[in-house]
Structure formats: C-alpha cells, structure tokens
C-alpha cells in the first residue's frame, strides 16, 4: 500500500509563495501509476480540487488558482509539489494530497495547515 505525507504548510503574507510536498511511500508500481491531486477546504467551505495530474497525464488547475499555482511530481511520483504563488487571503485552507488508483479507490494524507494573512 501507498502512504502520503503532506509538508510545506505555514503562514504567510498576501503575495508570497510557499511550496507544499508530500511524499509518497510504498510500492513503487503503484506510486508511478497513480493519479495526483492538491485539495483543499476552507472552514465552512466544500473541499475543493485544487490541481491534480490525472492517471492519464493530464493537468487540471480550479479557475481560482490558475496562473499562480503549479503541481509537479519528482524522483518517479515519490514526491508532489504544489508551488503557491501571489498567495490570497481567500487561500487559507487546509490542504491534502491525493493519490487516486481507480474511479473509487484513492488514498489522503492528513493535511496540512496554509494561512494568508498580514
């Protein structure tokens, strides 16, 4: 089985920039055919996708992040970033990892905190 393991959460100015990680651990066959997704959720707010490189190679961004924000994977999936620029208050959630192996089955890690504020 596959564990993520999220990193990188703190505060920080509007406008500034941090880099989410989580790191992936486990078989390594099932870690290269994996899916990979950023989520997040907003006290009182739907947990979101935030962006996520989908099984077949894809790249999806929310409209809400688009242009500031970047997933890449590393070291064959063991790592997935999520670069945060021109960071917003409105940003402020607690963000997951996402491993995805089929339409029903995926796997979470357990979160970690980002906060915009001045």
């Known amino acids: 089985q596959v564990q993520l393991v999220e990193s990188g959460g703190g505060l920080v100015q509007p406008g500034g920039s941090l880099r989410l990680s989580c790191a992936a651990s486990?078989?390594?066959?099932?870690?290269?055919?994996?899916?990979v997704g950023w989520y997040r959720q907003a006290p009182g707010k739907q947990r979101e996708l935030v962006a996520e490189i989908t099984r077949g190679g894809s790249t999806n961004y929310a409209d809400s992040v688009k242009g500031r924000f970047t997933i890449s994977t590393v070291n064959a999936k063991k790592t997935v970033y999520l670069q945060m620029n021109s960071l917003k208050p409105e940003d402020t959630a607690v963000y997951y990892c996402?491993?995805?192996?089929?339409?029903?089955?995926?796997?979470w890690g357990q979160g970690t905190q980002v906060t915009v504020s001045s």
């Open positions: 996402r491993g995805s192996f089929t339409d029903t089955y995926d796997i």
């Open positions: 486990g078989s390594i066959f099932s870690i290269l055919t994996m899916g």
